[in-house]
């Protein structure tokens, strides 16, 4: 049986065109963090399943793309339950390594710690634009930081890495866990229900308004608690400023404290007061995020050109604590860096201030004496900042030529055996 050519479904092969534009945007991410003072650190691709099952990453859980036990540990015939041949798993995304790598090393580091990771994650998705099975997480995390200057801090460095990009008039969309819950409360939700209210207020950007009221009323939600909820949206929505509106309802209450009115506030305009790109920050109430572990503000980056999110994160106050018994505050951002490099591939990025890039074309049969002065030339080009690449001359040179034009060489040098 021949052997199958393409990649597994949902991973993909990144041809030397895309690879540069790749390798271009994570330097500029690199270069941008390190100046926040984000430093980089590296977890291992797979993690034990218990702590990747630990009830933190919500959907992502039916994700994991587990490994099974090797050697003599592997028993098909004798397994009862999945943990019998199951031990390890792929990560799904870089913020549980990152908690099980800050547990076992904080006391080798600084604090607050302020970490920066980029490498692959992988998930057992539906494939489709922008999504695949395997993918690129950026992710700067701060720890040790109790106060709503790591959030500011976070939103800024990615903002300001995005704007160095070239990406412009996006959104931050920002909301809170406590003002999801105090609406909740309000509204006359059990709190043993609140998780399937948010999943289904998740839906609202494809389902709308109305949607949502229906989903709600079909799980069986009384109709007094579902329209008293989307009330509180309404209202949000009707206001110059909606969080300061929606904040004092639930105030007012006593179901939400006025330090959570005053922290978000706060970061919205600290932001917008020192942004270094341009976009907007806006509050949103139906802003949810899917993952188990967050306990506090959530954010994501909203793009005109995606029709998506291309990033989000957030405060999981509480996700250390499940390793050592001490909880130790955390905020983290991550930038959806498959979807970010989609969009530059699609609108004919080009790598600003790229070096010239010049191809020596040499007709087989060239003499060796002067073949070491042709190569002898081009390490003199190299050494003063000139891609030079040297190849042999193939039969049909037009479709060489057109091959590595396409590459992004404007020069050609043929040197031929006369």
């Known amino acids: 049986m021949a052997l199958s050519k393409k990649p597994v479904t949902g991973m993909k092969d990144i041809l030397p065109e895309e690879m540069q534009i790749r390798d271009y945007v994570q330097n500029v991410i690199k270069e941008t963090y390190r100046s926040f003072g984000f430093t980089p650190i590296e977890t291992p691709c797979m993690e034990n399943i218990a702590n990747l099952t630990s009830k933190q990453g919500g959907e992502n859980e ?46 080798q580091l600084p604090s607050p710690f302020k970490a920066l990771q980029m490498g692959n994650v992988w998930r057992a998705d539906r494939p489709q634009r922008g999504r695949y099975r395997q993918f690129m997480q950026c992710d700067i995390d701060i ?26 008039n996006f959104e931050i969309r920002i909301n809170e866990r406590r003002i999801l819950k105090a609406m909740a409360a309000y509204s006359g939700f059990p709190e043993e229900s609140y998780d399937l209210v948010f999943i289904i207020l998740d ?33 949000a929505e009707g206001t110059e400023n909606g969080l300061v509106t929606l904040c004092d309802t639930l105030i007012e209450a006593g179901f939400l404290e006025e330090e959570v009115k005053q922290n978000l506030t706060e970061i919205i305009d600290s932001v917008e007061a020192t942004k270094a790109a341009d976009f907007k920050m806006v509050f949103d109430p139906t802003l949810v995020r899917g993952m188990g572990y967050y306990t506090g503000t959530i954010f994501e980056i909203a793009m005109p050109e995606f029709g998506g999110s291309c990033g989000g994160g957030g405060r999981y106050d509480k ?34 201030g790229q070096a010239a890039k010049k191809a020596y074309l040499i007709e087989k049969g060239y003499p060796a004496d002067k073949l070491q002065e042709v190569i002898a ?8 900042g000139t891609q030079v690449l040297v190849v042999r001359m193939n039969k049909n040179k037009k479709f060489q030529k057109e091959k590595l034009t396409a590459e992004g060489y404007e020069e050609f040098v043929e040197f031929f055996n006369r």
Do not use: H
């Open 319 to 352: 996700m250390v604590g499940r390793f050592t018994g001490n909880d130790v505050p955390a905020c983290g951002f991550s930038i959806g860096f498959e979807r970010i490099i989609l969009l530059l591939l699609e609108g004919g990025f080009k790598i600003p």
């Open 377 to 384: 030339q081009a390490q003199k080009e190299r050494s003063e």
């Open 62 to 107: 039916k994700l994991i793309f587990k490994v099974l036990k090797r050697g003599e540990k592997l028993n098909l015939e004798t397994a009862e339950k999945e943990e019998d041949v199951v031990d390890f798993g792929m990560r799904y995304d870089l913020t549980v390594p990152l908690v099980r790598f800050y547990s076992n090393n904080s006391n």
């Open 203 to 235: 839906k609202m950007d494809k389902i709308g308004l109305d949607g949502v009221a229906e989903e709600l009323k079909k799980e069986g939600f009384a109709e007094e608690a579902v329209d008293k909820y989307l009330s509180l949206f309404e209202k």
């Open 143 to 168: 720890l040790g930081e109790p106060s709503n200057l790591a959030e500011i801090e976070l939103i800024l460095a990615t903002t300001t890495t995005l704007g160095k990009i070239g990406f412009k």
